[in-house]
């Protein structure tokens, strides 16, 4: 029998098989546990100041977002899909003094510009995945 579990041993020493953390140093806790990293290489997290603060508290973290960027009417009131499959990273707090309400999404670097010059220059909205 100790001879069996022994060659089991052996053989999942060879192979590399076994826990993910056989190669940390026993004996030694993790301080600090490592950070969430966004989703894939490329995203940021934005956050993005929605008309609606209304909609904004329907939303929870993990759920996916598009983003709807509406022209005010003088200007002919045209909408806009800028951020498709957002991911709500974050809902702050509520600001009554704020117009709209806060939401923190993931999206990629060049989406994030987007969301940025769409919300300077038109209200958003979302639609809920």
């Known amino acids: 029998m100790a001879a069996g579990l022994a ?3 052996a053989a999942l020493l060879v192979t590399g098989a076994g826990p993910k953390e056989a190669g940390r140093v026993r004996g030694h806790p993790v301080a600090d546990p490592v950070p969430e990293r966004p989703a894939r290489v490329g995203t940021v997290t934005a956050p993005v100041r929605i008309a609606d ?3 904004v508290r329907l939303l ?3 759920d996916r977002v598009d983003v709807i960027a509406a022209e005010d009417s003088a200007s002919g009131g045209a909408a806009r899909i800028v951020a498709r499959g957002a ?7 509520a600001d009554a003094a704020e117009s709209g309400a ?3 999404l993931t999206v990629p670097r060049r989406t994030a510009a987007r969301l940025a010059g769409a919300g300077a220059t038109s209200r958003l909205a979302v639609t809920l995945w």
Do not use: C
Request: zero cysteines; proline letters at 11%.
């Open 53 to 55: 603060g209304a909609t």
């Open 7 to 9: 060659v089991t041993a």
């Open 87 to 93: 991911r709500v990273s974050e809902v702050p707090a």
């Open 102 to 104: 806060l939401v923190v």
């Open 60 to 62: 929870r973290p993990g």
